[in-house]
């Protein structure tokens, strides 16, 4: 289940994107850990690894839609190799991937554009080796997109000039070009159009982080803007910046299996070679526990991830299912990183502090990654719209096969409207939790039948609607629920073993009991709500069988798996 970069065939991906991945591995293992700890610690930009893009035309071949690829049949954006790449990337550093992520940010109002002549010219820069910045966030409003203060100001003969500050914009230093949202000055119409770091009339300002890679504070100074740079107005505008995060917000997940995959390995090979009390660290039951708990949590992340990649790419204007999973990559799996990081770290303890290894990476860029695109409120608030119809009011759609074949998932530009999330309508979870049976999975299919019972027979009230914090604890447990039922879906399309899958299900029971406990204790909850929060407590079905086997057979083998070049 997990990447191991030395033995990893990539069998599933055609020969382009397999020799892109495969080339990649060996550019980071013959750079080697040390020298990339080195340009970490001395905040060196990666101009290595940029030109080893350019070389091998990387981004050029995974980030260019079919349609503007001239004829190159291996340029397409398919998500299935594009999380593939994600997963890489994050597994040897989080700067690499970040340069990587902000790049898409960039194109996403790029290729939603109308404006064909700026699509050509961005093919033919990722072509040359081109990075992109999207200029979205202010200092003063973060991305909130109402209180934007760049401007545009109409001069005639479609002649503009921007004026105004964007604030931590990755990129922004030596993007080819930055995507810009701002308004129009004498409409007020929402406005994205594209600027050049190498003109005069752009300043860059400032570094905004101690960190390898350039996040830009940049301001336009009467920076000269004709049609020929507009992208979109707007509602149309409007729906690019949010879209493009839809895209975008996806990898984050990604990037946290890679992290906590390559912290698992350094942190199972450091316990089992070490000894304490005349005992190996591994041989205690706590410590056990410990990385049994950090493998099914980092397993079910990636089964979760990779389910919901086949809801992104089969996604149509008459299928928004992916609008629930999507935000949950983004928040569900960046925080489930966190817990196996924290899980590993209690294992390893001082050792993640040291400076040779890259545990101590991890331990900081875990926890970038639910903090950006969205925080973990706002996506939650997001996924919350979709509780009624999920429980209450399913629709039937076709079976959604695995998606990972060569294609363009060209409905990602045409995503359309950003509104109307509360009428979208999901398939009948009952069927994936019907299609399994296992002890744990029964015991949390009675969870999930209470927790529908609160929602019916007490949900929430005036106040405790206004109580975000409440209805955060509330969505959790939805959360959970959503989580669950792709997890299973990949695991039978994957032919998990079923002894994991319910060791998966044990962690979860206990989630679903450790929420509903915080939301019993919330200052507003009443009697019925407090009775039902009671009965979803429960406890997993203890096997100490099961539990040795997915131990013994599964995770400590993972000892000697992999270690990185130094």
């Known amino acids: 289940m997990l990447l191991n970069p030395k033995k990893e065939t990539y069998d599933h991906l055609d020969d382009r994107s397999r020799e892109i991945m495969k080339k990649t591995i060996e550019f980071f293992e013959n750079k080697g850990r040390s020298k990339m700890k080195q340009d970490y610690y001395d905040r060196v930009w990666y101009d290595d690894f940029l030109k080893f893009v350019k070389e091998n035309r990387i981004f050029a071949t995974l980030l260019t839609p079919s349609l503007f690829a001239e004829n190159d049949t291996d340029k397409r954006w398919d998500t299935s190799r594009i999380c593939d790449f994600n997963e890489i990337l994050g597994f040897y550093g989080l700067a690499y991937w970040y340069t990587w992520q902000v790049t898409i940010l960039g194109l996403g109002p790029i290729w939603m554009s109308r404006n064909k002549e700026i699509k050509m010219r961005t093919a033919q820069m990722l072509e040359d080796g081109g990075i992109f910045a999207f200029g979205l966030s202010e200092k003063a409003h973060g991305a909130d997109l109402y209180s934007s203060e760049m401007t545009l100001t109409p001069l005639g003969e479609d002649q503009y000039v921007a004026d105004g500050g964007k604030y931590y914009i990755g990129n922004a230093n030596a993007a080819a070009l930055v995507s810009t949202f701002g308004k129009n000055s004498e409409t007020d119409e929402y406005v994205f159009f594209t600027a050049d770091p190498g003109h005069d009339h752009y300043e860059l300002i400032q570094n905004v982080v101690d960190w390898q890679s350039y996040v830009a504070e940049f301001a336009l100074q009467a920076y000269p803007v004709t049609e020929k740079d507009i992208l979109s107005t707007g509602q149309e505008a409007w729906d690019s ?31 089992s070679g070490r000894n304490l009390y005349g005992k190996f660290v591994t041989d205690f039951p706590h410590i056990q526990q410990l ?10 992340m990636k089964l979760f991830a990779s389910r919901a ?19 949950m990559v983004k928040m569900k799996v960046t925080t489930q990183g966190e817990r196996v990081i924290d899980l590993l770290w209690d294992v390893i303890a001082a050792r993640g502090f040291e400076k040779d290894v890259y545990f101590e990476n991890a331990t900081r860029d875990i926890r970038a990654l639910p903090k950006l695109e969205g925080t973990v409120h706002v996506n939650m608030a997001l996924i919350i719209k979709f509780m009624a119809n999920y429980f209450f009011n399913p629709d039937q759609f076709p079976d959604t096969p695995k998606q990972d074949g060569p294609a363009d998932d060209n409905f990602l530009w045409e995503q359309g409207p950003t509104r109307g999330l509360q009428s979208i309508q999901f398939h009948d979870y009952n069927i994936a939790y019907n299609s399994i049976d296992g002890p744990n999975i029964n015991i949390f299919k009675e969870q999930i039948a209470v927790l529908k019972q609160l929602l019916l027979k007490a ?17 959790e447990l939805f959360t959970l629920v959503a989580y669950g039922q792709l997890i299973i879906e990949e695991s039978q399309l994957e032919k998990i073993d079923p002894g994991l899958i319910d060791q ?50 599964i995770v400590f083998p993972l000892k000697d798996a992999y270690t990185m070049n130094t």
């Open 291 to 300: 990385f049994t708990d950090a493998y099914v949590r980092l397993v079910a």
């Open 504 to 553: 998966i299900f044990d962690f979860m029971i206990r989630d679903v009991s450790d929420y509903a406990l915080q939301l019993y204790s919330k200052p507003s909850s009443t009697s019925q709500q407090m009775d039902m929060c009671m009965e979803m407590i429960r406890k997993p079905n203890t096997d100490s069988k099961r539990f040795q086997a997915v131990w013994q057979e």
């Open 241 to 271: 910046a949010l879209n493009t995060i839809n895209v975008g917000k996806f990898n984050l997940g990604w990037a946290s299996i890679g992290i906590c995959t390559h912290a698992f390995y350094e942190a199972i090979e450091h316990a």
């Open 309 to 327: 990649i086949d809801y992104m790419r089969s996604a149509s204007k008459s299928d928004r299912r992916y609008l629930l999973y999507n935000p």
């Open 459 to 475: 949900p929430p009230r005036e106040n405790q609607i206004k109580d975000i914090d409440f209805l955060l604890k509330l969505g």
